[in-house]
């Protein structure tokens, strides 16, 4: 795991991009592709995997399991930031299906907890189906391996109505994710030319590297000071645990929570829908990032009277579909 995430952490840094999906220029990837099989989304409801989900859309695909202790959780968060930032386009301009890679275990109920711990824009759709149906699928995306751990970490970015698909990483930039997801949609890359610098992120510079640790691998589900995201909000955690118990578990929380815990159990309790990843990290990068959090917030607590009140990120009620007239959403009712 550790090799994973050091490679994923130096593709990101190194500023991974998209590539084509498919060699040559016209993509293979038609109607005739993709099969038009039934799949299940997470609110229960049938859908025809071509026809329904992917024809005539801009799409951003991602693979998935619930029980994925690492990769899929830091995944899914980076692809809710990118949500968060792509607004009521989402479900209407632009569509996320993430895809269950272990549909044996990740039935609609399991799949619609999953979802709540970080959206709720009904243009994101986490999908199920017959383990056979979800097979034949996502081996048409590369998915093959039948090692649930080795399925595939990029996530897909298409135009079916122009043929063009692409593969990228949700680990570089949120907001060049964000370039790129738009540039698909001629409306979304016509508005995106006239405005200049919307939603641009700060350029990662090393100061230390707790804080170049923390931006790319926690700031998906944690803040330091501005409240609870996926995960609770990290603002003077160093003093409420002791260092040992943190770099503990920053390192391995799976194993506090196997070893009975009590801290972490309840933890986990308060956050049902997704855990705390295991992230591969070293003693030397756990110590790190606790000097990190540790000095994030001294500067809160100093910017404290100055700073502007930002509400918490919550994704049940922070909801751009909710503030929008118009139901932002054209999945079909089924028939
Ligand atoms: C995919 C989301 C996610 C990512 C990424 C993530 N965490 Fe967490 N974290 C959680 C959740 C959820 C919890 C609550 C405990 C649980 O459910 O396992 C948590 C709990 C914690 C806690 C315990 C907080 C407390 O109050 O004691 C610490 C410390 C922590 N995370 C640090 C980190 C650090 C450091 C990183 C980056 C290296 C990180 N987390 C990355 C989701 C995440």
Partial sequence: MLTIFRALLLAALLGAGWGPAAAGSASPWGGNYFPNLPVVTQDGKTL???????????????????????????????????ADQLGDTLGR?????????????DTPARLKTY???FTSNPGWLFLTG?????????????????????????????????????RGTPFGEIASLVFDIRGMSPRLSAAQASANSDGNEP??????????????????????GVGN?????????????????????????????RSGDPVALALDKKFPGVKMPELGLSANDANDLIVYLKAA?????????????IPPHDPKTHTHAKASAAPVTNWPDPP
């Fill in 48 to 82: 025809r995997f071509y026809d329904d989900v992917i024809k005539g859309k801009v799409v951003v695909i991602s693979f998935i399991y619930t029980s994925c202790p690492d990769v899929c959780p830091l995944t899914t968060a980076r692809l809710a930031l990118a």
């Fill in 93 to 105: 301009d632009v569509f996320f299906v993430s895809m269950t890679v272990d549909p044996e275990t």
């Fill in 115 to 117: 979802a709540e711990a």
């Fill in 130 to 166: 017959k383990p056979e149906d979800m097979r034949a699928i996502n081996s048409k995306f590369g998915n093959r391996s039948p090692l649930l751990a080795e399925h595939k970490m990029e996530i897909v970015l298409g135009n079916d109505a122009t043929g063009d698909w692409q």
């Fill in 203 to 224: 350029v990662i510079i090393s100061r230390n590297p707790g804080e170049t640790l923390f931006r790319k691998l926690c700031t998906p589900c944690h803040t330091v």
């Fill in 229 to 257: 995201r996926v995960g609770p909000d990290l603002f003077g955690v160093a003093s409420r645990r002791t260092p040992d118990w943190l770099a503990s578990f920053i390192m391995s929380p799976g194993k506090m929570r």
């Fill in 297 to 309: 917030t001294e500067r809160v607590e100093a910017a404290k009277d100055s700073l502007p009140a």
